[in-house]
């Protein structure tokens, strides 16, 4: 069985981050072993919220999986909430990084050309050195103007111009590069992404309801990661991260008593197993 880390907080109640990290990357056969930077009693899109920092448990930690020889076959890094955390996933992947280990990096901090309560553009900037460090980033539009100090332009954009970041993200060093969240001109949304050993770009696009909840973000890139582990190729892992993440929100949309916080990902876990030919 395939191993992975994710290095993410724990938001007691939200469904973001480790909540749905662990179940979703689980159920698709993967052991997924965690690294905690923080607890909070919510994520902080709640009014009020607890925030108890782990900064000082993840060199301890991660030393003692070091003499533990325990290691792993993907770190998959999301939200993190200061300049040292992000220094210190530079460090955890040096440490632990393989020849085959795959290094994934969600820089989780804004959506809506707004960055989260507490980033600003010196921690984008700096989030953007992990990027360089990583195999696959997976960035919104957002998160990657922000990395890149270039413009935020809203929905005002083509695919020529999603190509253009694309290359510019690349550039800081990340073996390949996806935006996520990408708006087709028929309506659609989706991903697109590049890869420039092949010098290739791709897309696929679904079904946009017209809706935004909270942890889409966390179960998109949760489930790229799990479907890599399951042998797909990064285009192929993305196509059913896409499907599987509408299918979280159809199910949602269609329960009258949703969370107004986040999605029933759970609800949608038999699709995603089905999609992945496990059940
Ligand atoms: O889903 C991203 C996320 C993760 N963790 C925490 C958050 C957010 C977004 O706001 O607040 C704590």
């Not at 930690?61 to 003499?67: G, Q, V």
């Not at 890094?77 to 440490?95: A, N, P, V």
């Not at 997976?138 to 990395?147: I, R, V």
């Not at 909840?213 to 998109?220: N, V």
Request: proline share 3%.
């Amino acid at each position: 069985m395939k191993r992975i880390v994710t290095i993410q907080d724990i938001s007691c109640v939200g469904k973001c981050s480790l909540t749905v990290a662990l179940p979703i990357i689980s159920a698709m056969g993967v052991e997924t072993t965690i690294l905690p930077t923080a607890v909070l009693s919510t994520h902080t899109q709640f009014k009020n919220f607890t925030f108890h920092d782990l900064t000082g448990e993840i060199t301890p930690i991660s030393e003692a999986w070091k003499k533990e020889q325990i290691d792993f076959d993907a770190i998959y890094t999301g939200y993190l909430g200061s300049f040292e955390q992000i220094h210190l996933m530079i460090d955890f992947f040096r440490e632990h990084k393989k020849a085959d280990t795959i290094t994934i990096v969600d820089p989780a901090m804004g959506d809506n050309g707004i960055l989260y309560k507490g980033f600003d553009v010196a921690f984008a900037r700096e989030m953007a050195k992990l990027c360089a460090e990583a195999d696959v980033i997976l960035p919104n539009l957002t998160e990657a103007s922000y990395m890149l100090d270039i413009p935020y332009v809203g929905s005002d954009y083509d695919e020529d111009y999603i190509r253009r970041v694309l290359k510019q993200l690349t550039g800081l060093g990340a073996k390949s590069a996806v935006i996520t969240g990408v708006k087709a001109a028929d309506g659609r949304i989706g991903v697109m992404g590049y890869l420039p050993d092949e010098d290739r770009y791709f897309s696929y696009y679904n079904t946009h309801l017209p809706v935004s909840f909270h942890g889409t973000g966390d179960i998109f890139s949760s489930t790229t990661v799990g479907a890599m582990m399951n042998g797909l190729s990064l285009e192929d892992a993305l196509r059913v991260a896409v499907d599987y993440t509408l299918e979280c929100i159809r199910l949602t949309m269609e329960n009258e008593n949703h969370r107004f916080y986040g999605v029933d990902f759970e609800a949608a876990v038999p699709y995603l197993l089905k999609r992945l030919g496990k059940v």
